[in-house]
């Protein structure tokens, strides 16, 4: 319970992951749903892309 507790507060307070990850699961539900080959794997496999994009997000330097 700790660790969900700690992944909620860690989106919550870094916003450009958080929204990095809500837009790919939002996309990936719409996608599983209209689209027959893309299945739940697939799904998966674009949040956690999508974690890692936000993290390269979160991490570029800001002016």
Do not use: C
Request: glycine fraction near 8%; avoid cysteine; proline fraction near 2%.
């Amino acid at each position: 319970m700790d660790a969900l507790f700690e992944l909620i507060t860690m989106l919550a307070f870094h916003w450009r992951i958080g929204l990095a990850v809500l837009f790919a699961l939002i996309s990936a539900v719409f996608l599983a749903i209209n689209i027959s080959w893309f299945t739940g794997w697939y799904g998966v496999l674009l949040v956690i892309f999508s974690f890692g994009a936000g993290l390269i997000w979160e991490s570029a330097p800001r002016d």
